[in-house]
């Protein structure tokens, strides 16, 4: 029997939900301030997956993210399908609960709808119970915004998912567990004439995975503990969902918070034990390697990274900062992508910048390249490869006072800090240069270039680091000072990630 090895997505997949429908399964995963969010997976083996779309184009209110919110946004979201549509709800924890659907998963997905407005609302769950018609929901909450957390809250909903019925009530009151803390993530099912509530708990890094049941929605609801780190060295194990297969297969994908490759993506064998509770794992620990799901045998797949950019246009992999602004890419009849230095005044701060393009840094070794042009007149515009996150760095071009290209290489390592001078640099004939990261263990970058003599390294070794809740990412960029008028533009080409 052929096998997998965890994590079956590696790289940051935060918080994951999975359904099925039919034959194929379906993910979503936080994108919190990244434009477009909430990325749509698919699958028909739980093992190999690949990027279909995503079900939000913008982030709303759109004045809200027009500069960069990388923490903040999508939070936790969970997908269903239900009465023909689907279904995902998030939390913003400074707006509230949201809603969209679509007849298909590659859309048309609905405008962000507020089904509940509040500061700390976060990781919500629908439910819609088919034999009573009934529709409930329940979301966990954020300190930081509301001063309330370790506890769950339940609502009646409307069977059309765009309100709630009540004022909510605590169903589950983790202070009164003893030893749960920051209990949030609950994922709501119906399984054996009970509700369930699958939810982590003890924190991100050093947490565990909880199950809860009652026989009503309202509880009173026992637990336990049913996934734990014990001797494996995949901490957490927190939030994710669970799916059964068309065949009756129990599954439940979780993820790993793993530094600055962020929440990678697990998935654990379930099954119901004789007193009704599920065990998950090897017997509530984590497994590494594991005989595959029962499903036709699929090719491999994973999410894309390479990127040859056709007409100009960039694939699904990439995403904004912040909400894009009209012309900052532009589609054209070759290869390439042309992005335009737009002026901004926090040019030395990649972390400041909207117009960044970013991907996903992946989870094992690898090696980074493109191929840059700079073709601007403007003195300071620059455009460059990067990892970022709250330090970054990067390497790339940049047009000195005479309008000629350098190579430069600039990083800056803590939150307050300016960019630096990573290494001298030197001239780049014709704005030409080939950048190149290499990624090793611990997320170690060692940067180079070549100018036309082979590449050269270039300045000490970067530690990437993540955001808070997001990981490191991996970006491409065009900026100029301010001033008047257009500051020329950089073309990106033959993007290419290889395993080291």
């Known amino acids: 029997m052929t096998t997998y090895t965890n994590p079956i997505l590696d790289a940051d997949w935060s918080d994951p939900d999975v ?23 698919h699958s028909r083996d739980l093992v190999n997956w690949t990027l279909v779309g995503h079900a939000l184009e913008r982030l ?21 399908h239900h009465d023909d549509r689907f279904w995902i709800f998030w939390g913003d924890p400074d707006q509230g609960i949201f809603q969209v659907n679509a007849p298909q998963i590659r859309g048309p997905w609905s405008r962000p709808h507020l089904v509940k407005e509040g500061r700390g609302l976060i990781d919500p769950c629908p439910l819609w119970d088919d034999e009573t018609g009934e529709a409930y929901l329940v979301h966990a909450w954020a300190r930081s915004r509301s001063g309330i957390s370790n506890r769950l809250t339940g609502h009646r909903m409307h069977p059309d998912g765009t309100s709630l019925l009540d004022a909510g009530k605590t169903i589950v009151d983790g202070d009164r567990i003893p030893g749960w803390f920051t209990l949030e993530g609950p994922k709501l099912y119906q399984h054996g004439g009970w509700f369930w509530i699958l939810a982590p708990a003890g924190g991100v890094e050093t947490g565990w995975q909880g199950a809860l049941r009652a ?21 957490g194990p927190h939030q994710g969902g669970w799916v059964r297969t068309q065949g009756g297969e129990d599954w439940f994908l979780h993820f790993q918070q ?26 509530g620990a984590p497994v590494a390697v594991h005989p595959r799901p029962g499903l036709p045998a699929q090719p491999p797949a ?15 992999q990439w995403q904004w900062t912040a909400n894009p602004g009209a012309g900052w890419a532009t589609q054209h009849s070759g290869d390439g992508l042309r992005l335009a230095c ?39 515009a620059r455009a460059g490869l990067a990892v970022l996150g709250d330090a970054f760095g990067w390497i790339g071009l940049e047009c000195g006072p005479d309008g000629s290209a350098r190579l430069v290489h600039r990083f800056a390592v803590a939150a307050a800090d300016r960019e630096r001078d990573a290494s001298r640099g030197c001239p780049a004939p014709r704005g030409r240069a080939r950048l190149r990261i290499e ?5 170690r970058c060692r940067f180079s270039y070549d100018v036309g003599a082979g590449f050269v390294p270039s300045g000490p ?10 990981g490191a990412l991996l970006g491409l960029f065009a900026v100029a000072p301010e001033g008047p008028g257009p500051a020329g533009a950089a073309t990106f080409t033959q993007f290419r990630i290889s395993a080291r």
């Open 19 to 41: 359904v099925r429908v039919g034959d194929d399964f379906y993910l979503t995963a936080s994108s919190f301030g990244r434009v477009p969010g909430l990325p749509l997976l």
């Open 60 to 80: 709303e209110p759109e004045q809200q993210f027009t500069t960069p919110r990388h923490d903040c946004g999508v939070w936790a979201p969970s997908l269903r």
């Open 302 to 316: 994973a999410p894309a990274t390479d990127d040859d950019f056709p007409g100009g246009r960039f694939g699904r």
């Open 215 to 235: 026989r009503g929605f309202f509880g009173p609801y026992a637990e336990r503990i049913v996934l734990e780190q014990r001797d494996t060295d995949v901490n």
């Open 461 to 470: 070794v970067f530690a990437a680091t993540p955001w808070r809740w997001v």
């Open 439 to 443: 990624i090793g263990a611990g997320a």
């Open 258 to 283: 793993r530094g600055a490759y962020g929440r990678v993506v697990h998935l654990q064998p379930m099954r119901w034990g004789a007193d009704g509770w599920p065990v998950i794992g090897d017997d």
């Open 342 to 380: 737009v002026r901004s005044g926090d040019a030395h701060d990649l972390r400041r910048l909207p117009h960044v393009l970013t991907q996903r840094l992946p989870g094992m070794p690898c090696v980074v390249e493109v191929e840059l042009r700079l073709d601007s007149p403007e003195s300071g």
